[in-house]
């Protein structure tokens, strides 16, 4: 049987096995009909069904500004409403009423409506990272319900446990009067032993501080809430430096802890009138910021610009400093920052001296400095901890490093295509010949190897930290040398670009770096142009635009355009410490001496 059952074609096979599998698992068929669709699904084909995929529409819990949107798009789109699948509503808990619609909600004296309200805003029991802990109270044998609220993982358990619910269950058998007066004033002054505890009637209140590392305690009675501050998530301690190390000086730098921040700033300063002012920013994620000023050293305006940008910001979330200084700068198509992001908390605690505002957020490990200028940026921390001969050395490299930088390729484009005159004689002729066997002209030749060295540079900060060096030397010494073995580039080119390179390696502040490598592709097309009237043109316009630019009312070039007096010192060349006399007066502080005369009184001393 077997030798007849593999010797048919391969569809009776199936057709056999079809046949057994029914009488063997499906009992058999037993009405003519069955037996008609059996023999159709076993000899003809089936064309699969229909299934409609699933496609994103807008649901009907739109907020109200959606709503009108939606409203306002109505005419355009006449089908919309027609091709979406609405879902349904869901039946939401009503908060407890409140005289003034406009007013903030406030607390119900009735636990059960607080317990519903705080069940319907944080979404429970489908939000599963936020704890709900009911208990009793007992105040002259009465019981009081109670409950607390909080985020697991955002606040410290232990603190609960010993300082919050051990107290109120163990220690609140209470001898005073169970007015709502008594029982707050009581609760707040002789059973929570919290440092810092905010007693308030408004939810508002309460659930920005659940949401930022608090717990809640509601009482039934009392139309007051209990936030006790119990923070206790994860965070990094404080570290080096990663993107601003230097040699000499104070190795901390910032974390993302706002407290430890402005820590470390007071740590440094301790000064009674420097100023941290706490503004909320973003109208969901009500992220942290502290504006950090010296009240009797920074000009009055300079605040009031500062507080009123912040407070201006319309966004729902914020989560990086970075995203904040893109909200408060001034000119967004400008190359070159015009605030300096910096992460160490000697260089805030420095320009803070000097009369400036600093704006550290929560969450990012960067403050924010304003105003700035050109000459702050290729400024390093370390010029102010070495000699000042070593720190004018230094800034001579480093002003170098950005003309190799912004200018070098442009340059040798420029002179290779238009003024050959420039170079001498056996430099020409060694030139000539390493670009005979070369295809392409000059500024296709650097074109190819700068994009070629940017990818590189991303491609490494990219990749897993100990694959960095391998590629580091994939790209400096086979990649080049490939390139010249295939007469792909010159040799003179690998050194162009490698000194460029290195170049904009050197520059202290990393957005100012990423400002000169956008403008090298600049200057490039100007010297392959027209060569050297190219570049003077077009170092011309970049002039006339940094000139007119500004930061917070600072002109960007201060104090050479416009020449303001005093605080020269230490712009371009630093003078010695003991000649730094007067703060910039282009900030126009309140105080515009920052130390005697004389500043070594040893050396008056007879």
């Known amino acids: ?11 009776e096979c199936i057709f056999r096995f079809k046949v057994y599998y029914l009488y063997r698992y499906r009992g058999g068929v037993n009405t003519l009909s069955n037996f008609k669709n ?39 789109k006449p089908d919309a409403k027609k091709r979406s699948r609405r879902l349904p509503r869901k039946t939401q808990a009503q908060p407890p009423l409140t005289q003034n619609e406009n007013a903030p909600l406030t607390i119900s004296k009735r636990l059960s409506e607080n317990l519903d309200y705080m069940k319907t805003k944080y979404s429970l029991p489908v939000n599963g990272d936020i704890v709900l802990r009911e208990f009793d109270i007992i105040v002259k044998h009465k019981v009081i319900s109670a409950f607390i609220m909080f985020h697991d993982g955002m606040v410290e358990r232990k603190i609960i446990n010993q300082t919050i619910l051990q107290p109120l269950m163990l220690l609140s058998n209470l001898d005073i009067k169970s007015t709502e007066e008594d029982i707050v004033s009581y609760i707040s002054k002789h059973i929570l032993p919290q440092n810092q505890l905010i007693i308030t009637q408004e939810y508002t209140e309460v659930i920005n501080m659940v949401n930022f590392g608090g717990c809640v305690i509601f009482l039934d009675g009392i139309n007051t809430a209990f936030v006790a501050d119990v923070k206790g998530w994860e965070h990094r301690n404080v570290q080096r430096p990663n993107t601003e190390l230097v040699i000499r000086g104070p190795q901390e730098g910032f974390t993302e802890i706002l407290r430890v921040n402005t820590a470390l700033i007071r740590k440094i300063l301790r000064d009674e009138n420097l100023i941290a002012e706490n503004i909320s920013i973003g109208r969901r994620s009500h992220t942290p910021c502290a504006m950090l000023y010296i009240k009797d050293i920074t000009n009055n305006a300079l605040v009031q610009e500062v507080r009123k940008r912040l407070e201006s910001i319309r966004i729902d979330y914020i989560t990086d ?12 198509f400008l190359p070159a920052p015009q605030i300096l992001a910096t992460e160490r908390p000697d260089r805030v605690a420095a320009m803070l001296a000097e009369g400036k505002v600093a704006v550290i957020m929560s969450g990012s490990p960067f403050a924010l400095v304003m105003p700035v200028t050109f000459f702050a940026l290729i400024h390093s921390p370390e010029d102010s901890y070495v ?15 950005i003309l190799f930088s912004l200018l070098l390729p442009g340059l040798y484009v420029a002179i290779t295509n238009f003024h050959h005159e420039l170079i001498p004689t056996d430099l020409l002729l060694a030139i000539a010949a390493s670009r005979e066997k070369v295809p392409f002209p000059s500024i296709v030749e650097i074109l190819i190897m700068e994009i070629s060295f940017e990818l590189i540079r991303e491609a490494g900060i990219r990749i897993p930290g100990p694959i960095g060096p391998t590629l580091g030397i994939i790209g400096a010494l086979i990649l080049g040398q490939a390139a010249v073995a295939a007469n792909i580039v010159s040799p003179i080119l690998i050194v162009i670009v490698a000194v460029t390179g290195i170049g904009s390696f050197a520059i202290p502040n990393f957005s100012m770096g990423f400002a000169f490598r956008i403008l090298r592709f600049v200057y490039i097309g100007l010297g392959g142009m027209v060569g050297f ?31 303001t007096s005093g605080g020269l010192t230490d712009e371009i060349t630093r003078a010695p410490i003991w000649k730094q006399e007067k703060r910039p007066d282009f900030l126009n502080p309140k105080d515009k001496k920052e130390q005697p005369t004389i500043s070594k009184g040893w050396m008056n001393k007879k």
């Open 1 to 11: 049987m077997s030798n007849v059952f593999f010797k048919t074609p391969l569809s």
């Open 38 to 76: 059996f023999i159709k699904n076993a000899l003809f084909f089936n064309e699969p069904q229909k299934t409609e995929h699933f496609i994103l529409t807008e649901s009907q819990d739109a907020s109200p500004s959606e709503e009108q949107n939606a409203g306002d798009t109505a005419n355009t």
């Open 321 to 332: 400093s970075g995203e904040l200084e893109q909200l408060i700068e001034d000119n967004v």
């Open 387 to 401: 000699r000042f001969t070593y720190a004018n050395l230094l800034r001579f490299i480093r002003i170098l490093a």
């Open 533 to 563: 009237l190219g570049i003077a043109v077009g170092l011309f316009i970049h002039g006339l635009v940094l000139t007119g630019a500004k930061s917070f009312g600072v002109p960007f070039l201060a104090p050479f355009g416009p020449k």
